[in-house]
C-alpha cells in the first residue's frame, strides 16, 4: 500500500508523523513544489524578521529523519502537474506515482503584484529581512495579518512604515467590522501611518494611490491574500469551490473520489460545530490538526469522524498578542475592552482578546461546549 501526501509543508509533514504514529508501515511519498525540506511559515513574518532573529530558516525535521526514521520518500522541488482519479496517480516533476491513499495538502499560494513582494516562503522571508537590515522606507499593501506583521516588524527597528487598505475597516472578513476597527489603533498607537478606502494603482517609483500621491518606498509588500495551490486538480474530477478554487470536502475531510482527502489551507470542510458552515482557514493549528486526520481517514476510511474543531489563529503586532477563536460569522459581536465577543442565536461562537492568553482558551472551551451567551458574558464582564 502506498500512502501519497502532496505538500511538503506543516499539513503534509503532520500527515506524514500521523501515518507512522498510527502503525502504517507501508510505503509514504511526500511531495513538495520547493526544494526545501518541510519548514514552519509563521516565524517568517513574526521572529525571522527581527534585528539579529535566525540567521536561516530551519526545517521542522533534517533529511536524515525523514528518511530514516519517518521512512519517507521525498519528492522535493517538484510540484504536482495532474491527478488521475481513476488510475489513482499523481504526476509531479513529470513521474506518475500511484497511490492508494492520498492526502492533498498542497495549500495556498501569496497573490503576487508587480513591483511587490509577497511573504509566503523562506526566500520571500530572507529578501524583507534584507531590506529591513538596510533601513528601508515600507509600504504594505493590505492592512491583514501578514502585512501587519510586517509593520510590526519595521516600526520594532524604528523605520518608517505606511499601510494601504483599500477597505474602511481592515481585516473585516477575519475578525469583522468592529474587531477590525479596534485593532486599527494598534497602528496609530505604534506610529504606523494607516491609510484606510485607498487603492493602490501602482508600484513602481514608490507606490502610486488613486489620489495621484506617491508614497516614497524601498520596500514594497504585498499583504493581499493568498489562493489554494490546486491549478493540478482542474478536470481531476474533486470538486472545487466556485469562488477560490479550494478542495470541498465533508467533515471528515474526504474530498469525494475514493481514498482522496484534503487537508489545511487548500481545503473547504464543513463543521458540524458551527451548523455546517463551511471553512477553509489559512492558520497553524487548523494545517496541523487536518494534516494527521487526512492521513488517518485515509489509511482507514472506515474509521473516519467528523472533525469539530474550534478554529484557532494567533499574530503578535507590536508587542501585543492577538488571539481568536470560533468564527467571525454571528448575529451580534460585542466589544468589551480588550475583549470582542461573537454570538449566533444563543451560544458564543467566536472571541478575539489583544493580550489575554488565560482568557481566550476559557472561551475556546465555551465554544467547544456551545455554551450560552449569557456565561461568555459573565466571564467576560
Known amino acids: 500500500m502506498t500512502l501519497v501526501v502532496v505538500g511538503a509543508s506543516l499539513a503534509g509533514l503532520r500527515a506524514v508523523e500521523s501515518a507512522r504514529r498510527t502503525g502504517y508501515r507501508g510505503r509514504i511519498v511526500l511531495i513538495g513544489a520547493e526544494d526545501h525540506l518541510p519548514y514552519d511559515r509563521p516565524p517568517l513574518s513574526k521572529a525571522f524578521l527581527d534585528a539579529g532573529g535566525p540567521a536561516e530558516v530551519t526545517p521542522f525535521h533534517p533529511e536524515t ?34 497511490y ?62 505606511t ?44 507606490v502610486r494611490l488613486a489620489t495621484g500621491e506617491v508614497l516614497p518606498a524601498d520596500l514594497v509588500v504585498a499583504g493581499i491574500g493568498a489562493v489554494p495551490a490546486t491549478g493540478w486538480l482542474e478536470g481531476s474530477g474533486l470538486t472545487l469551490h466556485e469562488r477560490d478554487r479550494g478542495v470541498v470536502c465533508d467533515a471528515t475531510l474526504a474530498a469525494g473520489p475514493p481514498g482522496v482527502y484534503a487537508a489545511g489551507d487548500v481545503a473547504h470542510v464543513a463543521n458540524p460545530l458551527f451548523d455546517g458552515e463551511p471553512m477553509r482557514l489559512e492558520h497553524w493549528t487548523n494545517a496541523a490538526e487536518q494534516g494527521a486526520a487526512a492521513a488517518r481517514h485515509a489509511l482507514d476510511p472506515a474509521s ?40 449566533r442565536a444563543d451560544r458564543i461562537v467566536g472571541a478575539l482578546t489583544v493580550d489575554r492568553p488565560r482568557e481566550i482558551m476559557k472561551h475556546r472551551r465555551r465554544i467547544a461546549a456551545r455554551a450560552p451567551w449569557s456565561e461568555a458574558l459573565t466571564a467576560t464582564a
Open 163 to 206: 499601510i494601504v487598505e483599500a477597505q474602511a475597516v481592515p481585516l473585516v472578513r477575519a475578525v469583522g467590522a468592529e474587531a477590525g476597527a479596534a485593532l486599527a489603533g494598534l497602528h496609530h498607537t505604534a506610529g504606523t501611518d494607516l491609510r484606510l478606502a485607498t487603492e493602490v494603482v501602482e508600484v513602481g517609483d514608490g
Open 304 to 343: 473516519a469522524r467528523a472533525l469539530q474543531p474550534v478554529p484557532y489563529f494567533w499574530s503578535d503586532w507590536y508587542g501585543h498578542r492577538i488571539q481568536f477563536v470560533g468564527t467571525p460569522h454571528a448575529d451580534e459581536v460585542l466589544v468589551q475592552g480588550d475583549t470582542t465577543l461573537y454570538r
Open 65 to 98: 529523519v525523514l528518511r530514516d526514521e519517518l521512512d519517507v520518500e521525498l519528492v522535493l522541488g517538484a510540484p504536482a502537474e495532474s491527478l488521475d482519479t481513476a488510475a489513482r496517480e499523481v504526476t509531479a516533476g513529470g513521474a506518475a506515482i500511484r
Open 100 to 161: 492508494d491513499a492520498l492526502v492533498v495538502a498542497t495549500g495556498a499560494t501569496a497573490r503576487r503584484l508587480p513591483g511587490a513582494r509577497a511573504l509566503r516562503t523562506a526566500e520571500d522571508a530572507v529578501a524583507v529581512r534584507a531590506a529591513l537590515d538596510e533601513g528601508a522606507r515600507t509600504v504594505v499593501i493590505g492592512a491583514g495579518f501578514i502585512g501587519s506583521e510586517v509593520a510590526s516588524a519595521a516600526r520594532k527597528r524604528g523605520l518608517p512604515v
